[in-house]
């Protein structure tokens, strides 16, 4: 009923930018929250990024300053901006999105597949 698509994901050099793109595309009613979570190898998926509709964010501590997270409601985008990439940041990023379903008054939570980026020392 809904997919995520990202895309943006690779190889870069420490202190490197990318930036990260997710569609989320389907029976959508409306996209609320957005966010991009990551997962290193051997660690939990953990919150990198996350938005409101209205554009309110927040981001993890360690990203502050470096990633930055934005949506285009009309195109059900968000993007991830990141800056001064280190070999840290490696790891599996996935887009999420809490999304009502045409005809359903509930929220549901999706996922995309996963891109990965990985930053060489």
């Known amino acids: 009923q809904v997919q995520l698509v990202e895309s943006g994901g690779g190889l870069v050099e420490a202190g490197g930018s990318l930036t990260l793109s997710c569609v989320v595309s389907g029976s959508i009613f409306m996209v609320n929250g957005m966010g991009w979570y990551r997962q290193a190898p051997g660690k939990q998926r953990a919150p990198v990024a996350t938005i409101t509709r209205g554009g309110n964010t927040n981001y993890a501590d360690s990203v502050k300053g470096r990633f930055t997270i934005s949506r285009d409601n009309a195109k059900n985008t968000v993007y991830l901006q990141m800056n001064s990439l280190k070999p840290e940041d490696t790891a599996v990023y996935y887009c999420?999105?809490?999304?009502?379903?045409?005809?359903?008054?509930?929220?549901?939570?999706?996922w995309g597949q996963g891109t990965q980026v990985t930053v060489s020392s």
């Open positions: 999420n999105a809490r999304v009502t379903i045409i005809g359903s008054r509930g929220e549901y939570d999706y």
